[in-house]
């Protein structure tokens, strides 16, 4: 009972007091509203704030057990499969992205498996890129239209579907990778620092190397983070571990650290323009930073790895519905009829239950 | 890689843990800001510069976003609109992600006066660097629209 008082469960508890009370609010206000001609009907708006707050709940706890992050589910998918603006979307992508990255900051800074020399290093090179990224698209957004919503959807997809395929396979990850030669650049940052190592019940120092051409990557990844609202720990994980030799563990913790440090730049081209708009996008932060804290405290154990392959099918899925809708408004292809849709869904998820069975199998 | 062989808890840097602390508490603060913002928008739905009301019929209608404001709230005010608008319902709402989505500035300030004080210099110029970015992307100079 006592530890319900202490942080970090008085911090959530607080917050999911003032959550249940918010809503609570939000009913009974919009319960009572009369609706106005052209306007929503309140029950209507309630429906859409919890349900924003549900999915983002929702996304941050499977991100958790999935190890596959917030922004990678909920941009594709709005994009697909509703009908709100591309730049609307991906604005709120990336509060999503960041907002996950954030709330992930503090337990990782404090337990020491995270090292902030890394992340401030590539963050001065992540938010140049993700700064770039988001001016492009908003530049994109103004001048080319339909055809721009178009080719925005059709490259996530590509991007999307061969992320699907890297999650899948795996690529190429080095637990503890080995340094050889630790080039002058790299030893004058001075970026190692030792952390205990719980699995090993060890205190673990690693040196690094090719610092310099990290930087190169990082500001490709926050280029694409930046335009496509993406979360984007899926390339900086693999460029801090193949690259500079960052053991895995760390580089996963400071992806996180990083993506909310380095979005805090690439964010802003956003809300200075208005495509983040606060009451859109205030249920998806509270879910992030709600769901990811519950998810790391409760669920952060719990051996789940066949979650991972649903959540690559529900990318495959995304995938198959962002070609189609970019090929829509692109004029290639007319509407794609329920049926199709339904018929690749039953496709994919019986290939995702075969995975899953087997997965279980081979775990038994 | 080297490993120690008494397993002793290594110390962190003052920096790290500061930073750790600063975007943890402000990321909770912005997010209780968060939740209670939309409901003081839909209390007073005239109390907004979006009546929300009517904005997620825009929104779902596929609108861009200077048409949502445009059609909605007559003009986009500029993303600071919270500074003027403070009691408003989305105002209050802006306040509250603005201070989120600049929280790694009030961090690496402070990170920055850490590595200072540590005599850590190379790090206070580069936690300087960046907080820079954050307050020029802020600040909205350096923008292309």
Same mark, same amino acid.
């Given at each position: 009972?006592?530890?319900?008082?202490?942080?970090?469960?008085?911090?959530?508890?607080?917050?999911?007091?003032?959550?249940?009370?918010?809503?609570?609010?939000?009913?009974?206000?919009?319960?009572?509203?009369e609706?106005?001609?052209?306007?929503?009907? $309140?029950?209507?708006?309630?429906?859409?704030?919890?349900?924003?707050?549900?999915?983002?709940?929702a996304?941050?706890?499977?991100?958790?057990?999935?190890?596959?992050?917030?922004?990678?589910?909920?941009?594709?998918?709005?994009?697909?499969?509703?009908?709100?603006?591309?730049? /609307?979307?991906?604005?709120?992508?990336? /509060?999503?992205?960041?907002?996950?990255?954030?709330?992930?900051?503090?337990?990782?800074?404090?337990?020491?498996?995270?090292?902030?020399?890394?992340c401030?290093?590539?963050?001065?090179?992540?938010?140049?890129?993700?700064?770039?990224?988001?001016?492009?698209?908003?530049?994109?957004?103004?001048?080319?239209?339909?055809?721009?919503?178009?080719?925005?959807? +059709?490259?996530?997809?590509?991007?999307?579907?061969?992320?699907a395929?890297?999650?899948?396979?795996?690529?190429?990850?080095?637990?503890?990778?080995?340094?050889?030669?630790?080039?002058?650049?790299?030893?004058?940052?001075?970026?190692?620092?030792?952390?205990?190592?719980?699995?090993?019940?060890?205190?673990?120092?690693?040196?690094?190397?090719?610092?310099?051409?990290?930087? &190169?990557?990082?500001?490709?990844? $926050?280029?694409?983070?930046?335009?496509?609202g993406?979360?984007?720990?899926?390339? /900086?994980?693999?460029?801090?571990?193949?690259?500079?030799?960052?053991?895995?563990?760390?580089?996963?913790?400071?992806?996180?650290?990083?993506?909310?440090?380095?979005?805090c730049?690439g964010?802003?081209?956003?809300?200075?323009?208005?495509?983040?708009?606060?009451?859109?996008?205030?249920?998806?932060?509270?879910? #992030?930073?709600?769901?990811?804290?519950?998810?790391?405290?409760?669920?952060?154990?719990?051996?789940?790895?066949?979650?991972?392959?649903?959540?690559? $099918?529900?990318?495959?899925?995304?995938?198959?519905?962002? +070609?189609?809708?970019g090929?829509?408004?692109?004029?290639v292809?007319g509407?794609?009829?329920?049926?199709?849709n339904?018929?690749?869904?039953?496709?994919?998820?019986?290939?995702?239950?075969? %995975?899953?069975?087997?997965?279980?199998?081979?775990?038994? | 890689?080297?490993?120690e062989?008494?397993?002793?808890?290594?110390?962190?840097?003052?920096?790290?843990?500061?930073?750790?602390?600063?975007?943890?508490?402000?990321?909770?603060? %912005?997010?209780?800001?968060?939740?209670?913002?939309?409901? /003081?928008?839909?209390?007073?739905?005239?109390?907004?510069?979006?009546?929300?009301?009517? +904005?997620?019929?825009?929104?779902?209608?596929?609108?861009?976003? #200077?048409?949502v404001w445009k059609?909605?709230?007559?003009?986009?005010?500029?993303?600071?609109?919270?500074?003027?608008?403070?009691?408003?319902?989305?105002?209050?709402? #802006?306040?509250?992600?603005? +201070?989120?989505?600049?929280? &790694?500035?009030?961090?690496?300030?402070?990170?920055?006066?850490?590595?200072?004080?540590?005599?850590?210099?190379?790090?206070?110029?580069?936690?300087?660097?960046v907080?820079?970015?954050?307050?020029?992307?802020?600040i909205?100079?350096?923008?292309?629209?």
């Amino acid at each position: 009972m006592g530890k319900l008082f202490k942080s970090p469960w008085l911090e959530v508890n607080v917050m999911l007091l003032v959550l249940i009370i918010s809503y609570v609010a939000l009913a009974l206000i919009t319960g009572s509203a009369e609706t106005e001609p052209g306007a929503m009907s $309140g029950g209507a708006i309630w429906g859409w704030l919890f349900g924003f707050f549900f999915l983002s709940f929702a996304i941050a706890l499977v991100a958790v057990i999935g190890g596959i992050g917030g922004g990678v589910l909920f941009t594709p998918f709005m994009l697909a499969f509703t009908p709100v603006d591309s730049l /609307i979307v991906r604005a709120t992508g990336l /509060i999503v992205a960041m907002f996950s990255g954030l709330v992930s900051t503090g337990p990782f800074m404090k337990g020491g498996l995270a090292n902030l020399k890394i992340c401030i290093f590539c963050a001065a090179a992540y938010g140049v890129g993700a700064f770039a990224g988001a001016q492009g698209a908003i530049l994109v957004a103004q001048h080319l239209g339909e055809t721009g919503e178009g080719f925005v959807r +059709l490259a996530l997809g590509v991007i999307l579907c061969s992320l699907a395929v890297y999650f899948l396979v795996g690529g190429k990850k080095i637990e503890w990778p080995e340094v050889k030669k630790i080039d002058g650049f790299t030893k004058w940052l001075k970026l190692s620092q030792p952390y205990y190592e719980v699995s090993l019940n060890k205190v673990i120092d690693y040196p690094l190397t090719r610092a310099g051409w990290v930087l &190169a990557a990082i500001i490709g990844v $926050g280029l694409l983070s930046g335009f496509f609202g993406l979360g984007a720990g899926w390339a /900086i994980v693999p460029a801090q571990n193949v690259i500079m030799a960052v053991p895995l563990k760390v580089a996963a913790a400071n992806s996180g650290v990083l993506l909310g440090m380095g979005d805090c730049i690439g964010v802003w081209p956003y809300l200075l323009m208005g495509a983040i708009i606060p009451v859109f996008a205030a249920p998806w932060l509270v879910g #992030q930073v709600l769901g990811g804290l519950l998810g790391a405290l409760i669920l952060i154990r719990v051996k789940a790895g066949f979650v991972r392959y649903l959540l690559i $099918g529900f990318m495959f899925f995304a995938c198959f519905g962002l +070609l189609t809708k970019g090929l829509g408004m692109l004029g290639v292809i007319g509407a794609v009829p329920v049926w199709l849709n339904g018929l690749v869904f039953l496709v994919i998820f019986a290939g995702v239950t075969r %995975s899953i069975i087997k997965f279980t199998r081979s775990k038994s | 890689m080297s490993a120690e062989e008494t397993p002793k808890m290594p110390q962190m840097p003052r920096a790290q843990t500061v930073y750790g602390s600063i975007v943890y508490w402000i990321t909770i603060l %912005s997010c209780i800001i968060c939740m209670i913002g939309p409901v /003081i928008s839909v209390a007073k739905p005239d109390n907004n510069v979006l009546n929300p009301y009517k +904005l997620f019929n825009a929104i779902f209608e596929g609108k861009d976003a #200077q048409t949502v404001w445009k059609e909605v709230g007559g003009e986009f005010p500029g993303g600071h609109f919270y500074l003027k608008n403070f009691s408003y319902g989305d105002g209050f709402t #802006q306040f509250g992600l603005a +201070l989120g989505c600049s929280v &790694a500035l009030w961090a690496l300030i402070v990170v920055a006066f850490a590595y200072a004080s540590d005599k850590i210099y190379l790090y206070f110029g580069l936690a300087l660097w960046v907080a820079a970015l954050v307050a020029l992307s802020m600040i909205g100079i350096v923008g292309t629209h």
